[in-house]
């Protein structure tokens, strides 16, 4: 077990629901069709897999995906969708868990590095992904940039979503480089909100790039979005992609 903090049964079940943004085929497609490229005929490992929202639309296209999931909630989730031999999942952390065999794509998509609370863990999951790609593949993270121009002086809460059905905003410890997710979400229509809230750490483009390094990969490229446009200091988030020397 790591630092991450375990999705519960109750958060699985709903958490298609609340994607459907990302599960729109505006997101999916320009993700699977970056993510297919780079496996380029390989088969493509994706840590903390989730409920399949990347993965089982990327098995489809015809990727052969496996993927590590500390959360079996969320796993079973999944398995509504494809079942162990279309699309295998092993339950474990993805800083440490092994799978059998090479793969030309490692793939973490959506902050979810951010779940491994301790900038250690975050270097083991990227010892992890080198370990499972065979020479020449490539490790993938889809990561936001951290909004602290955002924080006034005496100022540690940036919001990030203000809806009808949803108000959230970050608040950042900024000394551990923690921050944490805060959502009040309206279930229903008689006024009353669900409050949730999540820890991570966030990371520096730059700071990923040295537990690259430390792994063993070398940077290749680094874009704003699936669609690949270009990553600027004004960028919100980034993809990028660490290769495995040959």
């Not at 959502?183 to 690259?212: K, N, Q, V």
Request: charged fraction near 25%; aromatic fraction near 8%.
């Amino acid at each position: 077990m790591t630092s991450s903090e375990l999705w519960s049964r109750e958060t699985a079940d709903r958490y298609d629901a609340e994607e459907t943004e990302r599960t729109s085929d505006a997101v999916l497609g320009p993700t699977v069709a970056f993510l297919a490229e780079l496996a380029d005929g390989g088969r493509a490992l994706e840590f903390a897999i989730g409920t399949g929202r990347v993965g089982v639309p990327l098995r489809e296209r015809g990727v052969p995906v496996v993927g590590i999931e500390l959360s079996e909630p969320m796993a079973a989730v999944l398995r509504r969708k494809a079942d162990e031999d279309t699309l295998p999942v092993v339950i474990g952390d993805m800083a440490t868990t092994v799978v059998p065999g090479e793969f030309s794509l490692v793939y973490l998509v959506y902050n979810t590095i951010t779940n491994l609370l301790t900038q250690d863990e975050q270097v083991e999951c990227f010892r992890n992904a080198a370990r499972h790609l065979a020479p020449g593949g490539r490790f993938v993270v889809e990561l936001g940039v951290p909004p602290l121009r955002l924080l006034p002086p005496g100022q540690v809460a940036v919001p990030f979503d203000v809806s009808d059905r949803h108000l959230g905003f970050d608040t950042f410890d900024l000394v551990e480089q923690i921050l944490v997710s805060h959502h009040f979400t309206r279930d229903g229509d008689d006024g009353r909100y669900r409050r949730g809230a999540s820890r991570h750490r966030y990371a520096w483009p730059a700071e990923l790039d040295l537990m690259a390094k430390i792994a063993g990969l070398r940077l290749e490229r680094r874009v704003a979005d699936w669609d690949g446009l270009p990553f600027t200091q004004d960028s919100p988030q980034h993809i990028s992609v660490w290769r495995k020397p040959t």
